[in-house]
């Protein structure tokens, strides 16, 4: 008890001039509600958990991904064939970006099902909903990353998509920044 005086006098110190305690009591009186642990509880953390294998497994592949028309299906095949484990890494940034999807979609339709989305949540339902068009915006991207020809024509079909929507009406009214 003697060893912890020194460190509780550090603590009450830093207290005395932050006010630290006042802005920790709020989340000490806070009550977890209870509920059953069902899968989709768990779909938010699994979808932060596949965005953390995306950076970690990016950072990697960035190591030797040369982008560019001529460059980038080369420096893919390389990956792929020279580098070591490094066909492994690429097929867990695929199919992690896939499950990713998957995961955000359905964690975003939970929440509507379940009605998690009003009042006092609206916002945290909004940050979802452009956080799932950030996610959908990269996954198509980097589809196209590899520069084949199976990447080439999805990104074509999804571009071409885009163009003939009824979406993009919308953003033909807009002035121009000409």
Do not use: C
């Amino acid at each position: 008890m003697s060893e912890m005086s020194p460190l509780r006098n550090v603590r009450k110190w830093l207290d005395e001039r932050f006010g630290w305690d006042a802005l920790i009591a709020p989340l000490r009186k806070k009550t977890v509600p209870m509920h059953r642990l069902s899968y989709w509880y768990f779909l938010g953390g699994i979808t932060l958990f596949l965005f953390v294998i995306q950076v970690l497994t990016g950072i990697l592949l960035l190591l030797y991904y040369r982008p560019g028309a001529n460059e980038a299906f080369e420096s893919v095949q390389y990956i792929m064939t020279q580098v070591e484990f490094g066909w492994l890494i690429r097929s867990v940034h695929s199919w992690s970006a896939n499950l990713m999807i998957f995961t955000a979609f359905a964690h975003m339709f939970s929440v509507l099902f379940l009605k998690a989305y009003r009042k006092p949540r609206e916002l945290t339902w909004v940050s979802g909903v452009i956080l799932l068009v950030l996610v959908m915006g990269f996954g198509f991207s980097g589809y196209l990353l590899p520069w084949n020809s199976l990447a080439f024509f999805a990104t074509k079909v999804g571009t071409d998509y885009w163009a003939s929507s009824h979406y993009r009406e919308a953003f033909d009214d807009l002035p121009s920044r000409r």
